[in-house]
């Protein structure tokens, strides 16, 4: 009996474990990373508008990794840990990416000795294109290449986008 109720117990924690891997609302992987659509976003303190506002981000296109889900609200955090719960309307599925390396040099081809197409200073958003699991391919103010994904927040490491 014991061993039957330890083997449904661990039935049960994985069932939860897995649960927490998907949004409930949405289906999508957490944490998953989205961006800013709107020019002045709200981060509250809970799931409605009732919540007080901790956070105002004034930066479209930041991306911004959402930890959760509940009805129409995304709880979001940003590099540095900030965040709360934001309406999903102001939320867009383009991944960006903050540069996290001053003078990132972006290259013609995923290779450290390839040649050098643009730089990116610390704290731009750039658009990400796609990413192989070790090199992101950006779009920087319409200068295009190829930077380590280390150098860079708005992606997992090894994650692969086309």
């Known amino acids: 009996m014991t061993s039957l109720i330890m083997a449904a117990s661990l039935v049960m924690a994985a069932t939860i474990s897995m649960a927490q891997d998907v949004g409930p609302v949405t289906g999508f992987p957490l944490p998953r990373y989205v961006s800013i659509k709107a020019s002045e976003a709200y981060a509250r303190r809970g799931p409605s508008r009732s919540h007080r506002i901790d956070w105002v981000f004034?930066?479209?296109?930041?991306?911004?990794?959402?930890?959760?889900e509940h009805g129409h609200w995304r709880r979001v955090v940003d590099r540095d840990g900030a965040g709360g719960w934001m309406h999903y309307s102001l939320l867009s599925g383009v991944r960006t990416a903050i540069i996290e390396v001053d003078m990132v040099e972006l290259r013609r081809r995923p290779d450290p000795a390839a040649p050098v197409s643009a730089q990116a200073e610390l704290g731009v958003i750039a658009f990400i294109d796609e990413c192989n699991g070790a090199w992101c391919h950006l779009n920087v103010g319409g200068h295009r290449g190829w930077v380590p994904m280390e150098a860079i927040w708005g992606v997992d490491p090894g994650e692969v986008l086309e």
């Open 58 to 68: 004034q930066r479209r296109n930041m991306p911004m990794q959402i930890v959760a």
